[in-house]
Each structure stands twice: as C-alpha cells, then as structure tokens.
C-alpha cells in the first residue's frame, strides 16, 4: 500500500504558485520524498526528490518539514500544461526492489 | 536517446489470446519495471528486472510472464487473455540513484 496521503484534487489559477502537500508520517529515516506527474494518458514523469533538505530544480521545488512527516511540492508558475496526477511517493533510494508504489495522487486542474 | 519505446500503443485481444507487450531502451538502464494503471487507479507494479537474465515478481504478477535477455529489451507477455487484464500498460527503466523513466504506454482492450 502507498504510504503517502494526498488530497484528491486541487485548483490554481494559472500563473499562480501550486503547493500540493503530501503526509507521509510513517517515512523511515532512509526514504526519500519523490514526485512524479501524470498529464492525461501518458507515463508518469519525475519531478524531483528530496531526503530533509530542501530541493529545487528547473521544474519545481521540494519543500520538507523538519520532522519529515510531511512535504509540498511547489509549482512557481503554474501554467495550464501543469495540469496533471500528482504522486508523492517515498522509496529508499538505490536498488531495483526498492520499488516506487503509487497511490491515487492529486490531481492538479490550472485554471486559465 | 529515444528513452523508453514501447509497442503497440493500442490493442484489442478476445478472451483467450496471446500477446507480448515491447519494451526498450537506449539509455542502457539496469533497472526495467512493467506497471499496470486501471482508470482513476495509481499505477500497480507487475514484474521488474535487476538486469539481464535476472526477474521479479511485483504487485500484480498473476496472468503474465517476463523475459530479459537482454539490457535493452524487458518484454511482458500475456498467455489467456481475460477482461480483468483490460488496462494501460507502461514500461520504466532507471539508473540505481536516479528517477524512473517511462514509456507513453500501451492500451489494451480484452473482449
């Protein structure tokens, strides 16, 4: 079973900032945060990790709590191709049985 | 690179046919994976491959087999079809410290 919790669906208005929270309060001390998203029909894309730090790449932002029981993964702008399933997965990283297991993710509806 | 290639993108099987679902990549990945996605579902895990010669079971491996001979190919076979195995299907690779990359999927039709 997924060991995350996300809220179904969320609204944003386009060139707005998205945060798309996720629980994970049972994360192990070696499991990483992972984001992936899932426009219509396609595979799932990764959008980034992150173990306690806060990351950031070209896509978006990772923001962990300190006790690393929950995350938001932030969309600085969001625009209508954001429009997307949003999984937050937690995995140990490293080694093909470390297997990503999906909920049912957030689905992220950018409004124009 | 062409990522992860998989084919066919649509088919529909009668109940009790045989098909093998393609999947490759360039990217010279160890690590394959098959998922299965029913509608409004997360994706289910399927098999995976550690490398050539080497599979394992995943969440949902009943009804399907899995060769890889190779590190590129990772094919998923379906002996007799039924209804129930009605669903999207994508392949992934990676790299061990790194993100999955996916294939765009192939729908599959049992009737």
């Known amino acids: 079973d997924a060991k995350t919790t996300q809220p179904p669906s969320m609204d944003c208005a386009e060139g707005r900032a998205a945060n798309l929270p996720c629980n994970h309060s049972?994360?192990?001390?070696?499991?990483?945060v992972y984001w992936y998203r899932q426009i219509h029909s396609q595979g799932p894309q990764y959008i980034i990790h992150?173990?306690?730090n806060n990351e950031t790449n070209e896509m978006a932002s990772l923001i962990i709590t300190e006790d690393r029981k929950s995350s938001t993964l932030i969309l600085p702008h969001a625009t209508l191709r954001d429009t997307a399933v949003y999984y937050c997965?937690?995995?140990?990283?490293?080694?093909?049985?470390?297997?990503?297991?999906f909920g049912t993710g957030t689905l992220l509806a950018v409004q124009p | 690179n062409a990522g992860v290639t998989q084919t066919p993108k649509f088919r529909i099987l009668k109940i009790g046919q045989s098909m093998t679902l393609q999947c490759t990549q360039d990217m010279n990945h160890n690590y394959m994976y098959w998922y299965r996605q029913d509608p409004g579902m997360g994706l289910k895990l399927i098999y995976y491959?550690?490398?050539?010669?080497?599979?394992d079971k995943g969440e949902v491996p009943n009804g399907y087999n899995v060769s890889r001979s190779t590190t590129e190919d990772f094919p998923l076979r379906l002996e007799l079809a039924a209804p129930s195995q009605t669903s999207v299907y994508f392949c992934a690779s990676r790299r061990i410290d790194y993100g999955y990359t996916f294939g765009s999927g192939t729908r599959l039709t049992v009737v």
């Open positions: 997965i937690v995995r140990v990283q490293g080694g093909a049985t470390n297997k990503l297991i």
């Open positions: 992150g173990l306690k």
């Open positions: 049972t994360i192990s001390g070696n499991e990483y």
């Open positions: 491959s550690v490398g050539a010669g080497i599979t």
